[in-house]
């Protein structure tokens, strides 16, 4: 069977998650793989959340907020911005491939971009194959 | 305090650590008298004669309590943790490898037959021409020879058995025995599984100045001149004190050293190093916002070894618990 890869998304609420929501009823097409968690921020992503969810079976992490200079909250995304700069490079030593994390500015007006982020994603991470975790699918 | 008839029945054991928490035991110096008033020690490999023998031949829970320290690196450590526990009354995980795994658990960046060839075959000052690694079984002189299993990866005890209490540090400081004893003697213990230091952080009683609150490059402590007042973290130092639980008084700080976080994590940390991740994203200063990541790999650069930095102690207790293989199938803690 094809690798169907597991994605986990963290959007904001304000901006990204409506992004997904146009996405939605625009009745854009794309692929079914990511599950989307809204948190309040981009900047309420701890790099815990990131690694458990690698841990818990995730082939790939989309980490998606407010265009610079947007955040409701002023600076979470730029928190986001560098955490995942640091994040990735601690992977990399992890062993972990450190493409498998996304950071994408997406706006709640932009559900095309949404559509195309995950299709594109989606489609990065079946070429890069299974994450450093996917027992927990073959289980299933 | 317990009757003279009935003291305390005390054991202490090392797995894979260095030894230096069984000499911080003794480091209390003339106050272990004090201890083997109200106790008797019934095992302690660093300092008396018991055999394992003496340990099977014990009732369940016989021991009142035993300090535990060191990793479980070997199926020997696993053997004697479970018999350790089955023993025990209340079993403590004594210093840094026992409650993270410590120093030792960074062999989990590599694997086992890494580790085999550097210790046994690579290191320059190994004279081993033959190539001789240990084995497990090994004929000699017409008999068999039976060494324990070296494992794949290092554990903390709670990997293998239930812990009830945990007195951290590496080692830990003679104070916080102490202060554990006196609950221990005075029945005064808080719930079990609770790790008996602080419940805050280093910087909580760190008395360095905090104010710029914000890094531009990482500096080595031997690159720059240490300012003795001021955070070692505003000054580019990577302190691990924010995410490091309390109870030394901040004493690597307080000598000009940054906090390598021996603790652990303060209780409500998933993962310490992550959690640093985290508190180092909100400080840096890279570029203008905005422009943030332009110089990323410059200040990235001076990060030269960013597990040993910020898993020094709790690699394996962390989320991955060491190295794993993208595409592979690692296994869970
Ligand atoms: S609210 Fe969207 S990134 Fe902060």
Redesign the pocket.
């Known amino acids: 069977m094809d690798f169907e890869p597991k994605l986990v998304g963290f959007l904001?609420?304000?901006?990204?998650s409506a992004g997904a929501d146009l996405a939605g009823v625009s009745r854009k097409n794309y692929p079914s793989n990511l599950i989307p968690i809204t948190v309040?921020?981009?900047?309420?992503i701890d790099v815990s959340y990131v690694v458990r969810a690698f841990h818990d079976g995730a082939d790939g992490v989309l980490i998606?907020?407010?265009h610079p200079g947007?955040?409701?909250?002023?600076?979470?995304?730029y928190k986001?911005w560098r955490r995942v700069a640091l994040l990735k490079h601690v992977l990399e030593e992890f062993g972990v491939n450190p493409d498998r994390v996304k950071l994408k500015?997406i706006s709640a007006t932009e559900g095309e971009k949404f559509a195309q982020t995950i299709k594109g994603f989606t489609s990065e991470i079946k070429e890069l194959g299974p994450g450093p975790y996917n027992d927990a699918r073959e289980r299933e | 305090m317990q009757e003279k008839e009935n003291k305390l029945k005390v054991g202490a054991y090392w797995a894979s650590s260095c030894g230096g928490c069984d000499v911080a035991l003794l480091g209390l110096h003339e106050r272990i008298l004090d201890l083997l008033e109200g106790a008797d020690i019934a095992f302690w490999p660093a300092a008396t004669d018991f055999k394992y023998e003496d340990l099977k031949s014990y009732k369940r829970n016989e021991l009142d309590i035993t300090f535990f320290n060191g990793g479980i690196r070997t199926s020997e450590n696993e053997e004697i943790a479970k018999l350790l526990r089955e023993k025990t009354d209340l079993l403590v995980a004594y210093g840094s490898c026992a409650h993270q795994g410590g120093i030792p658990g960074l062999a989990n960046m590599s694997d086992k037959s890494t580790v085999f060839d550097t210790v046994y075959r690579d290191n320059p000052s190994t004279y081993n021409p033959e190539g001789t690694v240990p084995l497990e079984r090994s004929e000699f002189n017409g008999g068999e020879l039976e060494l324990p299993a070296f494992n794949e990866r290092v554990k903390n005890l709670e990997g293998v058995v239930k812990v009830d209490y945990t007195v951290p540090g590496c080692p830990p400081p003679p104070e916080l025995t102490q202060n554990f004893l006196d609950l221990i003697l005075n029945d005064d213990l808080p719930p079990r599984g609770s790790v008996v230091a602080g419940e805050k952080t280093v910087c909580d009683e760190c008395n360095r100045e905090w104010n710029k609150k914000s890094i531009d490059e990482f500096h080595r402590p031997q690159e720059i001149e240490i300012d003795l007042e001021k955070c070692l973290l505003d000054q580019g130092i990577i302190c691990m004190g924010p995410v490091t639980r309390s109870g030394c008084d901040a004493s690597c700080p307080e000598m000009n050293l940054p906090c390598k976080g021996c603790f652990g994590p303060p209780s409500k940390v998933d993962d310490q190093g992550a959690e640093m991740l985290n508190s180092l994203a909100s400080i840096l200063q890279i570029g203008e916002e905005g422009k943030a990541l332009e110089s990323e790999e410059n200040v990235l650069a001076n990060l030269p070894d960013p597990i040993g930095t910020f898993y020094s102690f709790s690699l394996a207790n962390s989320i991955f618990g060491g190295k794993v293989e993208d595409g592979g199938n690692n296994e869970r803690k």
């Open positions: 904001c609420k304000w901006c990204s309040n921020c981009s900047g309420r998606s907020g407010c947007d955040c409701h909250y002023n600076s979470g995304n986001a500015w």
